[in-house]
């Protein structure tokens, strides 16, 4: 650790080859997080960034994008003006070798133009389909350096199942070894999900009671209030199961019941949430229809319903919505049912998790009195940890009542960095702790393919829930059945 935050005072040296340069991620997420990198000092002089897509565009053109997309009141217009000098385009065929052959010249001019030492990043922020191919090419057409770095970051989604997941990674491991092969999960960048081990492993007061003799159930829920907007298309071949069950879900999943690291390194992090994958218990059919709930949205309040909206079909059976029971059969977790959900179209956009602790035993106060404790992991929008427990009311009497005890993640003066913008310093350094590993995917799409294929045997009917609701009444019953509710209503 010490010595990744020395390496993080000093100056970086990359060449960015973003294919997909001119999409919405690179302008919303990489261009913005690449300025914030420079203006601490983390990027200076000694960096190029290479944009690839079909467009037709010009340097200055790019340029301009880079400039809107960073632009705010508060910039520096010299600053802006330095930074984007840096930004360099080539129009861009992904199955075209003389392309690449122009590509390698271009990098090769930079390389020498900004004493970059051969250190390259290769960002494809573009479809899957063309991993293996984009891969083939950068090593047949010797744009991989023998005297720098050498690393692949690739966006979700990789692969729809176990299969076409293996495929692809298969497609890029010929060329690319995994320790150079980052697959980026965005949530494991937020500043929340990376406190879980902090919470879990430094507090002795939670450490100690991190297990099943004392935890009751978990509960992770994400949800949207926007619907499928621009990406109905992709939307409609994935739905919410893959899009948000086998990543980000069963991401968190992990961190919050791998057992303790023997050290806080890549390896031994590795380790432990590969095991704790890989102890999911799979349901049969006829099981996965009692634990996992699947829903639609419909139309309430002026919004239209899924099978409204643009670019789907009026038959279609893709969920939106996701409910589900799942239980992790390691040493500590054995018996505790982790409740997740995620959807569209919900009361409002939140990520957070419950840890409910069991009700205490004693005869010193009326138990049906005695509120649970309550562990909230709020991720966001508040980005806070707050801990429910029982107090005694003030005035006469032993009478108690709830109360929480907050814990405020930064202070008021303190910047959270954005997700996207710690994860490409992690991949400046090497450092692929915060991404998935292609043992983590596998196990993931593993345990979400036994579901997928219980639904498409017809086991586990599709419900309805209304825009603006917390989802379908079936996701409430899921765990009225185990004398359990969801903590968090959406009020």
Request: a negative charge.
């Amino acid at each position: 650790m010490k010595a990744v935050l020395a390496i993080m005072e000093i100056e970086q040296k990359a060449l960015f080859v973003i294919f997909g340069g001119t999409g919405d991620l690179a302008k919303r997420k990489l261009y913005p997080s690449l300025f914030q990198l420079y203006k601490k000092g983390i990027l200076q002089d000694n960096f190029a960034v290479i944009g690839t897509a079909r467009r037709p565009w010009t340097d200055e053109h790019l340029q301009e994008v880079v400039r809107t997309s960073i632009a705010s009141n508060d910039e520096s217009q010299k600053q802006i003006d330095e930074f984007v000098r840096h930004f360099y385009y080539q129009s861009h065929n992904v199955n075209d070798t003389e392309h690449y052959v122009t590509l390698r010249e271009l990098a090769e001019k930079l390389d020498l133009k900004y004493q970059i030492n051969g250190n390259r990043l290769f960002y494809l922020a573009m479809s899957p389909r063309f991993f293996g191919t984009i891969a083939q090419h950068l090593k047949s057409q010797n744009i991989v350096t023998d005297e720098g770095y050498n690393r692949v970051i690739v966006e979700k989604p990789f692969g729809r199942d176990f299969e076409s997941a293996k495929e692809l990674n298969d497609s890029i491991s010929k060329y690319f070894p995994e320790e150079a092969f980052f697959r980026i999960d965005h949530y494991l960048g937020k500043e929340m999900i990376q406190n879980i081990m902090a919470l879990r492993f430094s507090n002795n007061l939670f450490r100690a009671v991190w297990n099943n003799r004392y935890i009751d159930n978990i509960q992770i829920t994400l949800s949207e209030a926007l619907g499928v907007e621009e990406r109905a298309g992709y939307y409609e071949t994935a739905g919410a199961l893959r899009d948000m069950v086998q990543n980000h879900i069963l991401q968190i999943v992990s961190l919050l019941t791998m057992n303790m690291p023997a050290s806080y390194s890549e390896s031994d992090i590795r380790r432990e949430k590969i095991y704790a994958l890989k102890s999911l218990k799979k349901y049969s059919p006829a099981k996965v229809a009692e634990n996992f709930v699947r829903a639609q949205y419909i139309g309430n309040d002026g919004q239209v319903g899924y099978l409204q909206e643009n670019e789907i079909a009026d038959d279609s059976t893709t969920e939106t919505f996701v409910a589900g029971k799942l239980f992790v059969n390691n040493e500590n977790f054995s018996g505790v049912p982790i409740y997740i959900r995620t959807g569209k179209r919900l009361t409002q956009k939140t990520t957070r998790i419950d840890i409910s602790f069991k009700e205490m035993e004693t005869s010193f106060f009326d138990s049906k009195k005695l509120g649970r404790n309550i562990l909230t992991i709020n991720v966001e929008p508040e980005g806070q940890v707050y801990l429910q427990t029982n107090i005694k009311k003030i005035g006469q009497g032993f009478d108690l009542k709830p109360s929480r005890m907050d814990l405020q993640l930064n202070n008021e003066n303190e910047v959270v960095p954005e997700a996207y913008e710690k994860l490409l310093l992690d991949a400046l350094l090497g450092d692929a702790t915060n991404f998935a590993h292609w043992e983590e995917v596998a196990y993931a799409w593993k345990f979400v393919d036994s579901i997928r294929e219980a639904w498409d045997a017809g086991n586990g009917d599709l419900s309805e829930y209304k825009c603006g609701s917390m989802g379908p009444k079936e996701s409430e019953d899921l765990l009225k059945h185990d004398g359990n509710h969801w903590v968090f209503t959406g009020e």
